[in-house]
């Protein structure tokens, strides 16, 4: 069954990066790359700020950390302990593929995918009721989801779940926040 399962990955990781075309390269680099987002990281504080009260906005802040903390954490454990080559270090598939990065670590699970996601989801969850259209935060991580594929350095499976780790730490920091620092924090005095 693992067999079966890591067969798809490969052969569904191989058709999606085929399907790259050289005039696009230049765009996927740049999405892939983390330091183009700090703008859009930038924002989603400002958006913490401005519809949330000022020692709510920075509580939430403290929360985003600590998710994004315990996706790095996991994600450390996790790469040592699996080794799974990248598609760009797997002899069996880097003569098939286009490869436009050269990480050398591993690549199970994909730490782009779980941090994405795992940023999206919580300010998703805190902004959700204040900012219209919310939900198209999440076009941020599905871009940059794919971009791991199209420039070679991850399985779908990395992507996936790297996804879900993202999504299962944002959804329980955000209970955390709701059930341990909302009910514990002094109210706000009127000013």
């Known amino acids: 069954m693992l067999k079966r399962i890591l067969d798809w990955d490969r052969d569904t990781f191989i058709f999606l990066n085929g399907l790259g075309i050289e005039r696009f390269d230049l765009f996927w680099s740049t999405v892939t790359n983390f330091t ?6 930038i924002f989603f504080f400002y958006l913490l ?13 403290l929360t985003v950390f600590l998710v994004l903390s315990f996706i790095v954490l996991t994600l450390t454990i996790t790469k040592d302990y699996v080794a799974r080559l990248r598609p760009n270090n797997d002899p069996e598939v880097n ?13 199970f699970f994909s730490g782009h995918a779980a941090a994405s996601f795992g940023l999206t989801t919580i300010f998703f ?16 991580p599905l871009l940059f989801g794919f971009s791991r594929i199209y420039v070679g350095v991850h399985y779908p499976i990395d992507i996936m779940v790297g996804a879900g780790v993202g999504l299962f ?18 109210p706000i005095r009127p000013g």
């Open 49 to 61: 700020y401005r519809k949330h009260p000022r020692r709510d906005s920075l509580l939430m802040a």
């Open 95 to 107: 003569t098939l593929i286009r490869i436009l990065n050269g990480p050398t670590n591993f690549s």
């Open 36 to 41: 183009t987002w700090i703008p859009l990281f």
């Open 125 to 140: 969850l805190f902004l959700r009721k204040k900012v219209r259209l919310a939900w198209l935060f999440f076009t941020w």
């Open 169 to 186: 730490y944002g959804l329980l920091f955000y209970v955390l926040y709701n059930r341990i620092i909302v009910p514990y924090s002094p």
